[in-house]
Nanobody, 116 residues
Framework: VQLVESGGGLVQAGGSLRLSCAASGSTFSINTMGWYRQAAGKQRELVAAITSGGGSTNYADSVKGRFTISRDNAKNTMYLQMNSLRPEDTAVYFC??????????WGKGTLVTVSS
């Protein structure tokens, strides 16, 4: 499975961005997918996750009510709609996929910078 993120960039505080993660390869094996982020000097943290059918999602407390995760299995793509962005949301955002056999796959990341 290969994962490629896109949609990062520079935005002012209060603005919005939508990240995309395109999956290719053995996509039939993908189960749960998620977005993680890593700010400079900090550990990577889970932002949001979504089950294979999209029926269940969970979010970090810091993004609840502002971010929305979704996936389009027909397009093998996952999204993260980010609204009301804050400077503390600045980080590299990574796409993650967990296969049915518990293999972990990661994208290379996309940088989101929120200016105050």
């Amino acid at each position: 499975v290969q994962l490629v993120e896109s949609g990062g960039g520079l935005v002012q505080a209060g603005g919005s961005l939508r990240l995309s993660c395109a999956a290719s390869g053995s996509t039939f094996s993908i189960n749960t997918m998620g977005w993680y982020r890593q700010a400079a000097g900090k550990q990577r943290e889970l932002v949001a996750a979504i089950t294979s059918g999209g029926g269940s999602t969970n979010y970090a407390d810091s993004v609840k009510g502002r971010f929305t995760i979704s996936r389009d299995n027909a397009k093998n793509t996952m999204y993260l709609q980010m609204n009301s962005l804050r400077p503390e949301d600045t980080a590299v955002y990574f796409c993650h996929a967990l296969s049915q056999t518990y293999m972990n796959y990661w994208g290379k990341g996309t940088l989101v910078t929120v200016s105050s």
